[in-house]
């Protein structure tokens, strides 16, 4: 069925976070953009780095609607959310559709955000993941079933693209964290509060950010997170709604046996902190075979309809006033 054009009202992108900083003492060097093009480049100066690109979309059907704050995973960039690796309508599609305005991050060294050439500003050297090691930590199969492209069974990414889904990757850095919640609360900032939607590693951004900034945050949907907050929560984060999103074949890897285990430990802290927590552990509602990346499963228009009906009633919709 071909459905209806998606209006906007207003669509843009804006650059948020990051600092400055200064380089001296590096020697000239001589650059050829091409054969006629010839330049003495200087790398000495004042450089922004660390700042986060977004994407703001705002349906016609907003009505005074909260906006929506996309952070994508690790190794991944706001693309996550757009379309699904076999061309369907992403999870950004469907939230305009319900009258959600949406901000896409790309976060710190991803994307359009950039990265920091400069030798010395970031510790470490950036990790890239190879398609074997993909394959076993989104949960599409176990480690030996790779070559034959052999999914675990009822498996629902789109194995025949799962090629198109690597094209996504990008290296990342782990000690941008920090500067990568700084960077979401900055967006916050800018939005007023929000409803913060978080895949894999942005769980954890997200969660940073919210124990910091309670006031900016309306509600989290955390799907399938891979990191955790050291400090409890904080008292101010009383009566947030918060829902957890996790898939299939958890105990397919020790990671996830682990994870899931300290996903339960910060659910218990957030319900003692007066939060309103939700759990989808999807298996136990009857929806089998889900990856670690919902939104690109072949069930990705099920899951968003649920999630924003849950947004619906567990959240006031609306900015205040």
């Given at each position: 069925?071909?459905?209806?054009?998606?209006?906007?009202?207003?669509?843009?992108?804006?650059?948020?976070?990051?600092?400055?900083?200064?380089?001296?003492?590096?020697?000239?060097?001589?650059?050829?953009?091409?054969?006629?093009?010839?330049?003495?480049?200087?790398?000495?100066?004042?450089?922004?780095?660390?700042?986060?690109?977004?994407?703001?979309?705002?349906?016609?059907?907003?009505?005074?609607?909260?906006?929506?704050?996309?952070?994508?995973?690790?190794?991944?960039?706001?693309?996550?959310?757009?379309?699904?690796?076999?061309?369907?309508?992403?999870?950004?599609?469907?939230?305009?559709?319900?009258?959600?305005?949406?901000?896409?991050?790309?976060?710190?060294?991803?994307?359009?955000?950039?990265?920091?050439?400069?030798?010395?500003?970031?510790?470490?050297?950036?990790?890239?993941?190879?398609?074997?090691?993909?394959?076993?930590?989104?949960?599409?199969?176990?480690?030996?079933?790779?070559?034959?492209?052999?999914?675990?069974?009822?498996?629902?990414?789109?194995?025949?693209?799962?090629?198109?889904?690597?094209?996504?990757?990008?290296?990342?850095?782990?000690?941008?964290?920090?500067?990568?919640?700084?960077?979401?609360?900055a967006v916050l900032e800018r939005?007023?509060?929000?409803?913060?939607?978080?895949?894999?590693?942005?769980?954890?951004?997200?969660?940073?950010?919210?124990?910091?900034?309670?006031?900016?945050?309306?509600?989290?949907?955390?799907?399938?997170?891979?990191?955790?907050?050291?400090?409890?929560?904080?008292?101010?984060?009383?009566?947030?709604?918060?829902?957890?999103?996790?898939?299939?074949?958890?105990?397919?890897?020790?990671?996830?046996?682990?994870?899931?285990?300290?996903?339960?430990?910060?659910?218990?802290?957030?319900?003692?902190?007066?939060?309103?927590?939700?759990?989808?552990?999807?298996?136990?509602?009857?929806?089998?075979g889900n990856s670690h990346l919902?939104?690109?499963?072949?069930?990705?228009?099920?899951?968003?309809?649920?999630?924003?009906?849950?947004?619906?009633?567990?959240?006031?919709?609306?900015?205040?006033?």
């Open positions: 069925m071909t459905e209806s054009p998606l209006t906007l009202a207003h669509f843009g992108s804006y650059f948020v976070g990051g600092r400055k900083i200064t380089i001296t003492g590096q020697p000239s060097q001589t650059i050829h953009f091409s054969t006629q093009a010839r330049i003495e480049h200087d790398p000495n100066g004042t450089f922004h780095v660390e700042q986060a690109y977004v994407q703001a979309f705002v349906p016609a059907n907003a009505d005074g609607r909260l906006p929506v704050v996309l952070v994508h995973g690790g190794c991944l960039t706001g693309a996550m959310w757009e379309t699904t690796p076999d061309g369907r309508p992403g999870w950004l599609d469907r939230l305009l559709r319900a009258g959600y305005p949406v901000n896409v991050v790309d976060g710190v060294e991803r994307g359009r955000a950039g990265w920091c050439a400069l030798p010395g500003v970031w510790p470490e050297q950036p990790i890239a993941r190879s398609a074997e090691q993909m394959w076993e930590l989104y949960r599409i199969g176990d480690a030996q079933g790779y070559a034959e492209r052999r999914p675990f069974a009822g498996q629902r990414f789109p194995v025949s693209a799962f090629d198109t889904l690597l094209q996504q990757h990008v290296p990342r850095w782990f000690s941008t964290i920090p500067a990568a919640t700084e960077a979401l609360l939005t007023g509060p929000a409803i913060v939607i978080s895949h894999s590693n942005g769980g954890l951004i997200a969660f940073e950010a919210a124990w910091r900034r309670p006031d900016l945050i309306a509600g989290v949907i955390s799907i399938e997170p891979s990191g955790f907050p050291e400090a409890p929560p904080p008292a101010a984060l009383a009566g947030i709604p918060f829902l957890f999103m996790m898939g299939d074949n958890l105990d397919a890897l020790p990671l996830w046996r682990g994870l899931s285990s300290a996903l339960t430990t910060l659910r218990a802290r957030l319900c003692q902190a007066g939060a309103s927590v939700t759990h989808w552990h999807l298996p136990e509602r009857g929806i089998t919902p939104m690109m499963d072949d069930n990705s228009d099920e899951l968003a309809a649920q999630m924003i009906g849950w947004m619906d009633r567990e959240i006031d919709r609306r900015r205040p006033g």
